[in-house]
């Protein structure tokens, strides 16, 4: 089955610095890569995704790149401002998705004022 | 607006006893998820069901059962067996096939007492 690994676990940036969350994964059949914002005590939330027909996303202060041949993808947040600090989840599911999406351990960031 | 809802948030149970936390969602999706996460962890599956009246085990599915009697819900049983229930527990759905990511619950917090 399909296997990510996300790096690194914490992540401390100065306000307004930018942060750079990477992950890998291991079955080239993965077409689908979403990326989650998850603020203390509550449910994650969608915040940008990629196909992998697509290199690069941008949606304002944050972008998505997807490397196929080298099996990995990389969320860019640029101006970081306190409210990013969150941890973040990165996923990646297989063609026909029968079992779903299947998740890194997540990075805590933290945006220092 | 459709959306995915848990309850209770909060929740404490005695030692030796059964609890059922609800799971409810209306954005006509036929995937249901259930997750634990344990502090500073990351997302762990429990059970996840693709249609009505069908669910499958995830990677610690022991001490937990669910049933979906219905498409919109997907309740899960903490019962007694299960020896270290305290953790934040989270409700997904999504399409079939999970391409457009997973909507997630906010969440219900459950401590042993």
């Known amino acids: 089955g399909e296997n990510v690994e996300q790096h690194p676990s914490t992540l401390s940036v100065q306000e307004g610095d930018s942060a750079v969350i990477k992950c890998t994964y291991s079955?080239?059949?993965?077409?689908?890569f979403p990326w989650y914002k998850q603020e203390l005590g509550k449910g994650p939330q969608l915040i940008i995704d990629i196909r992998s027909n697509v290199g690069e996303k941008k949606d304002q202060r944050i972008a998505v790149t997807l490397n196929k041949t080298a099996k990995h993808f990389s969320l860019h947040i640029t101006e970081t401002q306190p409210e990013d600090s969150a941890v973040y989840f990165c996923a990646a599911i297989t063609g026909g998705g029968a079992d779903g999406l299947t998740f890194g351990k997540g990075t805590h960031l933290i945006i220092q004022p | 607006d459709g959306g995915i809802t848990q309850s209770p948030k909060y929740l404490f149970r005695k030692e030796g006893q059964n609890v059922t936390l609800s799971c409810e969602q209306n954005?006509?999706?036929?995937?249901m998820y259930w997750y634990r996460q344990d502090p500073g962890q990351g997302l762990r599956l429990i059970y996840y069901?693709?249609?009505?009246?069908?669910?499958q085990k995830g990677d610690i599915a022991e001490g937990y059962s669910v049933s979906r009697e219905k498409k919109e819900s997907f309740p899960l049983t903490v019962t007694s067996a299960q020896k270290n229930p305290t953790a934040f527990y989270l409700c997904a759905s999504s399409k079939l096939g999970a391409q457009d990511g997973y909507t997630f619950g906010s969440g219900t917090r459950l401590t042993v007492v």
């Open positions: 069901s693709q249609i009505v009246n069908d669910f």
């Open positions: 079955d080239s059949a993965s077409n689908y």
């Open positions: 954005l006509n999706h036929d995937a």
